[in-house]
């Protein structure tokens, strides 16, 4: 009698990983906002260039400032020996996720990490604010995005957690950010999360021309 053949597993393990950004992240960062633009309809206005980020992005200690957290993703668990471990601001956030078939990921080339079979998913980018009527630092959450191939996977929420879990860990009162209002999918999974929606306030920006004009005011 023959010995039975095993069958294939059914299950794909994707580790994931939330951390911090590095100089050399600034091309994938440059492609992700891209990406963002188009998926939120504001192609039109988005001129960020990686001279841009380059120039604008790393130039204080994480936390302090703009800071961007990078979500990778492998078929195989993350190198121990990866220098992303052993970054003393931040020890690296890591996942399993079990799923039917692997993810199918047409710009896996154009998205591979330094570091073996990774590559980047997505990204959260965010500072601190400081809500006068607290007396407590917060952060506001400038973006946050998933490239399609990964969304519904939750880790849209694990970015934000990460977040608010550092919010937590300096003390801070707050996490902040902006939802556009015709996303009806990013409303709800905000609320599920907990968050509370400030229907009194309106955002208002100076931009272009009108910024310009007050280049001479006393």
Known sequence: MDAAIPSPP???PLFSRIRLAVPSNVPHIHKLIHQMAVYERLSDVCSTTESDLSANLFTSPPFQSVTIFILEVSP?????DSPHNSNPNYIPLVRILNSDRPVDDP???IFKSEDENVVVAGFSLFFPNFPAYTGKPGLYVESIFVRKCYRKKGFGKMLLSAVAKQAVKMDYCEVLWVVLNWNGNAIRFYEDMGAQILPERRIYRLTGDALQLHQNDD
């Open 107 to 109: 710009d896996r080339e």
């Open 76 to 80: 195989k668990p993350f190198p121990e």
């Open 10 to 12: 059914t299950d794909s």
